[in-house]
């Protein structure tokens, strides 16, 4: 497994979710995203809500931590590694209404959460034990909005934050 595998699930539960909004789902983050990535999905789709609004995802590790829990010798019993997951959500409305693309952004946001919630393993138990229960939950957090230099362009920049847990001691425990 290792963290080039916990990318590409996180990517490839996102992209199997249908989110509202969502254009491309990067594995990584890119030097300059193109325009098209708001505009159509893997899938050919378009993403613009009735409001204007469309985002890009980039999934993004920059902290992983492996560790054992138990002291019962040199195996690998309950070896795992916690991955600090950051979803940099490009968001951008084009409407020019604040207020509707700010309604926009809380429902993907709260529609991530959910879904990271509503499946521990990510849809990939083989690699994923536990993604954002326990104590570090899900964050999400907005930045400071900002409008495009000719003020047709909105943008609410969203990051959603959360532990995923890669079980590397055999079996998952029931």
């Known amino acids: 497994m290792g963290?080039?595998?916990?990318r590409?699930?996180?990517?490839e539960y996102l992209q199997?979710?249908?989110?509202?909004?969502?254009?491309?789902?990067?594995?990584?983050?890119?030097?300059?995203?193109?325009?098209?990535?708001?505009?159509?999905?893997l899938s050919g789709l378009i993403p613009l809500?009735?409001?204007?609004?469309?985002?890009?995802?980039m999934v993004d590790i920059p902290y992983s931590h492996r560790q054992r829990e138990t002291l019962t010798g040199w195996?690998?019993?309950?070896?795992?590694?916690?991955?600090?997951?950051?979803?940099?959500?490009?968001?951008?409305?084009?409407?020019?209404?604040?207020?509707?693309a700010q309604a926009d952004n809380d429902v993907l946001a709260d529609t991530i959460v959910s879904m990271i919630r509503a499946d521990p393993a990510l849809g990939n138990p083989a690699v994923f034990w536990d993604s954002g229960l326990g104590r570090t939950g899900v964050d999400v957090r907005?930045?400071?909005?900002?409008?495009?230099a000719d003020g047709t362009v909105i943008f609410l920049p969203l990051s959603i934050e959360f532990q995923a847990w890669e079980w590397l001691s055999g079996p998952v425990p029931q």
Do not use: K
């Open 8 to 11: 590409q699930g996180v990517a």
């Open 75 to 100: 195996g690998a019993n309950d070896d795992s590694v916690p991955h600090d997951i950051h979803l940099w959500v490009g968001f951008a409305n084009t409407s020019g209404d604040a207020i509707a």
């Open 142 to 148: 907005q930045h400071m909005p900002f409008q495009s």
């Open 49 to 57: 809500s009735q409001n204007g609004s469309s985002c890009i995802i």
């Open 16 to 41: 199997g979710l249908n989110l509202p909004f969502v254009g491309t789902i990067y594995v990584g983050q890119p030097l300059i995203a193109p325009e098209e990535a708001y505009d159509t999905t």
């Open 3 to 6: 963290r080039q595998a916990v």
